[in-house]
């Protein structure tokens, strides 16, 4: 019977070696590869005939665009309009890999930590470079908290640090154990279906099935759900950097 | 009988997942002392790989797929502006032509009116002419009729002497045999009219 964490395993597909550091083509570039393709053909080939009275694929990916661009608009301003195109990839990526995992068999490169913090790092990185080119130095008066007495501020300075490194691994964890634990309770049911089955001539495998059925409608709402989160999350913190309190 | 059949599938199947659980708790820990996702001998490649797919999908995604939905988009938002544009200059057309329609109307009956009046002062000032010019000869009609009055009044008057004179002498004849004659009955008659007069 196989554990319900082996979904999670990587395997070399391509083994590459550069330098003593495995770079190898594994299950997870693949899915990455099948993701960026999936996604780019969706959203670029359904554009490509600009009609002015759109099909329904074209809709498709407008829907897509304005739902980006609106949060954007709402939560950053247009100051945020030269983040747009990276907001947008990072949802799409996000997204794509989400949903592209449930398909049963499928690898979920959402669900490992080093992928999703890596996605948040690459966020953390843009957002404190726009503060800085924005601001300057004025930048770090943002680890200054307004209206604290003076003598609060040698513990509010280093909390307000410690927060502010912090939101690159909440981002992360968010998604990576969302994605994780959605997965392993999947595949927990799914390994009741056959021995509960066998034990009660086919009919108690009834209820393991209809509890992945359940779950797998809610995966979808979560895979939707962590892409949005992570995307406005995005969003805030470019606003703070943005506009200093 | 059913209920009974039911209570025993049930029990058969709890019975059937306290069986597997162990079983399921031995494989997960034989599948791995750790999570897959804390092998950190997978970590360089799938960073490696997520840098290789995100660049790659941003370059597709700021390249070419964004700027053709914006392109839509925008074409698209143009279009609308520009026909809304193109209807309130409609709308405008309309409403001038309305306007100059109206005035024209207005004018119509301004110029009916005024012809109106015109006429009707000309027909006034033509009735007044006629009627003056009825009255002038209405006037000398009478007066032409009064002359003719005056001139058969006046023989007639002297005719009325001849006829008083006769009838005087023949009066004077019968009723007092006097002959009277012709210049002093001419002159009896005179004497009585003035004193008449």
């Known amino acids: 019977m196989a554990s319900p964490i082996e979904q999670f395993e990587i395997h070399t597909i391509i083994p590459i070696h550069i330098g003593g550091v495995d770079l190898s083509y594994t299950n997870s570039a693949f899915w990455m590869t099948i993701s960026v393709a999936v996604a780019s053909v969706f959203l670029a080939l359904g554009a490509r005939r600009r009609a002015l009275v759109p099909g329904r694929w074209q809709v498709m990916t407008e829907m897509a665009y304005e739902f980006i661009a609106n949060m954007v608009r709402v939560n950053v301003g247009d100051a945020g309009r030269r983040l747009f195109p990276y907001i947008f990839t990072l949802f799409m990526f996000i997204l794509f890999g989400n949903l592209l995992g449930l398909i049963p068999g499928a690898f ?70 969302n994605m994780m634990a959605g997965h392993t309770m999947m595949k927990v049911f799914a390994g009741f279906v056959v021995p509960l089955g066998a034990a009660t001539f086919g009919i108690g495998g009834l209820a393991p099935i209809a509890m992945d059925v359940a779950l797998t409608g809610f995966e979808l709402l979560v895979a939707f759900l962590q892409a949005y989160v992570f995307t406005v999350l995005t969003c805030l913190y470019l606003n703070d950097a943005l506009h200093l309190h | 009988m059913m209920v009974a059949q039911a209570r025993s599938v049930v029990l058969a199947g709890i019975a059937a997942v306290a069986a597997v659980m162990p079983s399921l708790a031995l494989a997960a820990a034989e599948g791995g002392d750790t999570l897959p996702q804390f092998d950190s001998s997978t970590f360089a490649t799938q960073l490696f790989w997520l840098t290789v797919s995100l660049v790659v999908f941003f370059i597709i995604m700021r390249n070419n797929a964004l700027p053709k939905i914006e392109e839509a988009l925008e074409t698209r938002s143009r279009k609308i502006d520009d026909d809304l544009d193109k209807a309130s200059g409609h709308r405008e057309e309309a409403e ?24 009707a002062e000309g027909i006034a000032e033509s009735a007044t002419a006629r009627r003056t010019a009825l009255a002038a000869k209405l006037a000398e009609d009478t007066k032409a009729a009064e002359a003719r009055i005056i001139a058969a009044k006046e023989p007639a008057l002297a005719n009325l002497q001849d006829v008083a004179i006769e009838v005087v002498q023949e009066v004077a004849a019968k009723l007092a045999g006097l002959k009277v004659s012709g210049a002093d009955a001419k002159a009896a008659v005179a004497a009585s009219l003035k004193e008449k007069a």
Do not use: C, N
């Open chain 2, 96 to 119: 001038a032509a309305m306007a100059a329609y109206e005035k024209a109307l207005a004018d119509a009956a301004e110029q009916a009116k005024a012809i109106h009046r015109e006429v």
């Open chain 1, 108 to 177: 979920t490169y959402t669900s490992h930590i080093i992928v999703t913090l890596g996605l948040a790092l690459t966020v953390f990185v843009a957002v404190t470079i726009v503060g800085i080119v924005k601001h300057g130095l004025h930048f770090f008066s943002f680890f200054v908290p307004s209206g604290v007495p003076a003598l609060m501020m040698p513990l509010m300075i280093p909390i307000e640090i410690i927060s502010y490194l912090s939101r690159p691994v909440s981002l992360s964890i968010r998604l990576f154990a």
